[in-house]
Protein backbone atom coordinates (compact mmCIF):
# COMPACT_ATOMS: atom_id res chain seq x y z
CA UNK A 1 0.00 0.00 0.00
CA UNK A 2 1.15 3.55 -0.57
CA UNK A 3 2.51 5.34 2.49
CA UNK A 4 3.16 9.00 2.50
CA UNK A 5 4.79 10.79 5.82
CA UNK A 6 5.47 14.50 6.26
CA UNK A 7 7.89 16.55 7.70
CA UNK A 8 9.51 19.67 8.17
CA UNK A 9 6.65 21.64 10.14
CA UNK A 10 6.91 23.29 13.20
CA UNK A 11 6.73 27.40 13.96
CA UNK A 12 8.10 29.79 11.72
CA UNK A 13 8.67 33.85 11.86
CA UNK A 14 6.28 35.89 9.88
CA UNK A 15 7.86 36.60 6.43
CA UNK A 16 10.22 33.56 6.95
CA UNK A 17 10.63 30.72 5.05
CA UNK A 18 9.95 26.98 5.50
CA UNK A 19 10.25 23.51 3.59
CA UNK A 20 7.85 21.23 4.25
CA UNK A 21 8.73 17.45 2.75
CA UNK A 22 6.93 14.34 1.98
CA UNK A 23 8.41 10.77 1.59
CA UNK A 24 6.64 8.47 -0.42
CA UNK A 25 6.84 4.69 -0.42
CA UNK A 26 4.75 1.76 -1.59
CA UNK A 27 3.34 3.24 -5.37
CA UNK A 28 4.48 2.94 -8.74
CA UNK A 29 5.62 5.85 -11.00
CA UNK A 30 5.13 7.30 -13.49
CA UNK A 31 1.61 7.37 -13.20
CA UNK A 32 0.38 9.36 -10.59
CA UNK A 33 -0.02 12.78 -9.28
CA UNK A 34 1.78 14.25 -6.12
CA UNK A 35 -0.46 17.11 -4.44
CA UNK A 36 -0.44 19.16 -0.86
CA UNK A 37 -3.35 20.27 0.54
CA UNK A 38 -3.83 22.06 4.02
CA UNK A 39 -6.78 22.35 6.22
CA UNK A 40 -7.61 25.20 9.23
CA UNK A 41 -10.01 24.19 12.06
CA UNK A 42 -13.26 23.52 11.36
CA UNK A 43 -12.79 24.01 7.74
CA UNK A 44 -12.61 21.86 4.76
CA UNK A 45 -9.22 20.90 3.28
CA UNK A 46 -8.08 22.99 0.41
CA UNK A 47 -5.90 22.27 -2.34
CA UNK A 48 -2.40 23.74 -2.34
CA UNK A 49 0.11 22.44 -5.11
CA UNK A 50 0.34 19.57 -7.25
CA UNK A 51 2.66 17.50 -9.55
CA UNK A 52 2.23 15.73 -12.47
CA UNK A 53 4.97 12.89 -11.95
CA UNK A 54 5.92 12.00 -15.35
CA UNK A 55 6.53 15.36 -16.25
CA UNK A 56 7.23 17.74 -13.33
CA UNK A 57 4.81 19.97 -14.31
CA UNK A 58 3.28 22.11 -11.27
CA UNK A 59 0.36 24.01 -10.04
CA UNK A 60 0.25 26.06 -7.65
CA UNK A 61 -3.69 27.36 -5.94
CA UNK A 62 -4.12 31.17 -7.54
CA UNK A 63 -3.98 32.31 -3.82
CA UNK A 64 -0.49 30.88 -3.28
CA UNK A 65 1.59 31.41 -6.54
CA UNK A 66 4.22 33.68 -6.20
CA UNK A 67 5.34 32.19 -2.41
CA UNK A 68 4.82 28.63 -2.50
CA UNK A 69 6.78 26.17 -5.07
CA UNK A 70 6.61 22.22 -5.08
CA UNK A 71 9.36 19.90 -6.44
CA UNK A 72 10.61 16.39 -6.55
CA UNK A 73 13.39 15.71 -3.70
CA UNK A 74 16.15 14.38 -4.89
CA UNK A 75 15.91 10.80 -3.72
CA UNK A 76 13.30 10.02 -5.88
CA UNK A 77 11.08 9.11 -3.60
CA UNK A 78 9.35 12.26 -2.34
CA UNK A 79 8.46 15.53 -2.99
CA UNK A 80 8.75 19.31 -1.31
CA UNK A 81 6.37 22.22 -0.58
CA UNK A 82 8.62 25.69 -0.64
CA UNK A 83 6.93 28.19 1.44
CA UNK A 84 8.09 31.61 1.36
CA UNK A 85 6.95 35.16 3.01
CA UNK A 86 4.82 32.81 5.26
CA UNK A 87 1.82 34.70 6.76
CA UNK A 88 -0.01 34.03 10.06
CA UNK A 89 -2.75 33.02 7.61
CA UNK A 90 -0.73 30.33 6.46
CA UNK A 91 -1.11 28.37 9.75
CA UNK A 92 -3.21 25.13 8.84
CA UNK A 93 -2.57 21.22 9.01
CA UNK A 94 -0.16 20.34 5.51
CA UNK A 95 -0.99 17.31 4.24
CA UNK A 96 0.94 15.41 1.48
CA UNK A 97 -0.77 12.89 -1.19
CA UNK A 98 -0.94 11.30 -4.29
CA UNK A 99 -3.30 10.06 -6.86
CA UNK A 100 -4.01 9.13 -10.44
CA UNK A 101 -4.32 12.20 -11.68
CA UNK A 102 -3.71 16.05 -11.22
CA UNK A 103 -6.28 18.55 -11.13
CA UNK A 104 -5.47 21.71 -10.84
CA UNK A 105 -3.44 22.19 -7.37
CA UNK A 106 -5.38 19.19 -6.40
CA UNK A 107 -6.04 15.66 -7.52
CA UNK A 108 -8.74 13.45 -8.74
CA UNK A 109 -8.39 9.30 -9.61
CA UNK A 110 -8.44 6.87 -7.33
CA UNK A 111 -6.56 5.70 -5.03
CA UNK A 112 -6.19 9.06 -3.39
CA UNK A 113 -4.04 8.62 -0.34
CA UNK A 114 -2.84 11.17 2.28
CA UNK A 115 -0.21 11.47 4.96
CA UNK A 116 -1.24 12.05 8.16
CA UNK A 117 -0.33 15.85 8.19
CA UNK A 118 2.27 18.16 9.79
CA UNK A 119 1.46 21.40 12.10
CA UNK A 120 2.66 24.55 10.79
CA UNK A 121 2.43 27.73 12.66
CA UNK A 122 2.80 31.49 11.68
CA UNK A 123 3.78 33.60 14.44
CA UNK A 124 3.20 37.29 13.93
Known amino acids: PVKLVESGGGPVQAGGSLILSCKVSGVTPPLYCMAWSRQFPGQEREAVAS????????YIADSLRGRFTMSRDNTGNGFNLQMHSVKPEDSAIYYCGTARFCLGAGVSGEPITWGQGTQVTVTS
Open 51 to 58: LISNSGTT
